[in-house]
T-cell receptor, first 113, second 117 residues
Framework: AQSVSQHNHHVILSEAASLELGCNYS??????LFWYVQYPGQHLQLLLK????DPLVKGIKGFEAEFIKSKFSFNLRKPSVQWSDTAEYFC???????????WGAGTKLIIKP | DVKVTQSSRYLVKRTGEKVFLECVQD?????MFWYRQDPGLGLRLIYF???????EKGDIPEGYSVSREKKERFSLILESASTNQTSMYLC????????????????FGPGTRLTVL
């Protein structure tokens, strides 16, 4: 079955630290990839997405993600985190032939001021 | 801005009660979804609808039903609530179509945290 794996369920960092959240998926064909974020008390919202082209995708609030097809990965990065980045981050994948998003379990990120 | 609203932010019900969760979107989206969100499990699709009166089962439809009588409104029904249905329920919507870069961005409501006692 197709699946999405997020390696860390909880990450705690200090402000200004660099961030990398891992995401791996199991589907072998063409995929579309997403990172969503849920800030405390707010709606889930799209952070960035990859459909085709440059595998390095830039999103909102200084986040970026790199699609590495050979590794089935789509890791999320930010060079210097802020306290306001405290949130839960979800990776999601949709195989090109499917209608259904497949979600990772989420990573809770806590930034210490 | 797309707006997806859900009828309640918090709901407490008793075992065996019939529960209605309502979702309304104002962007004329064809596709609407109901998920439940549980810690460590991410989002799991319960049902989705791609048109009025149309519905498709997701991964965990057991114990739930849905209704879509109008394009903007998608209701989730728990016929007889049980304690294992205590969860956060999220509604989402997208534009029509199953391919293309715009389809897959889902717009979410604020969620309903349901507790079944």
């Amino acid at each position: 079955a197709q699946s999405v794996s997020q390696h860390n369920h909880h990450v705690i960092l200090s402000e200004a630290a660099s961030l990398e959240l891992g995401c791996n998926y199991s589907y072998g064909g063409t995929v579309n990839l997403f990172w969503y974020v849920q800030y405390p008390g707010q709606h889930l919202q799209l952070l960035l997405k990859y459909f085709s082209g440059d595998p390095l995708v830039k999103g909102i609030k200084g986040f970026e993600a790199e699609f590495i097809k050979s590794k089935f990965s789509f890791n999320l990065r930010k060079p210097s985190v802020q306290w306001s980045d405290t949130a839960e981050y979800f990776c999601a994948v949709i195989p090109d032939s499917n209608y259904q998003l497949i979600w990772g379990a989420g990573t809770k990120l806590i930034i210490k001021p | 801005d797309v707006k997806v609203t859900q009828s309640s932010r918090y709901l407490v019900k008793r075992t065996g009660e019939k529960v209605f969760l309502e979702c309304v979107q104002d962007m004329d989206h064809e596709n609407m979804f109901w998920y439940r969100q549980d810690p460590g499990l991410g989002l799991r699709l319960i049902y989705f609808s791609y048109d009025v009166k149309m519905k498709e089962k997701g991964d965990i439809p057991e114990g739930y039903s849905v209704s879509r009588e109008k394009k903007e409104r998608f209701s989730l029904i728990l016929e007889s609530a049980s304690t294992n249905q205590t969860s956060m329920y999220l509604c989402a919507s997208t534009i029509k179509g199953f391919s293309g870069p715009n389809y897959h961005e889902q717009f979410f409501g604020p969620g309903t945290r349901l507790t079944v006692l």
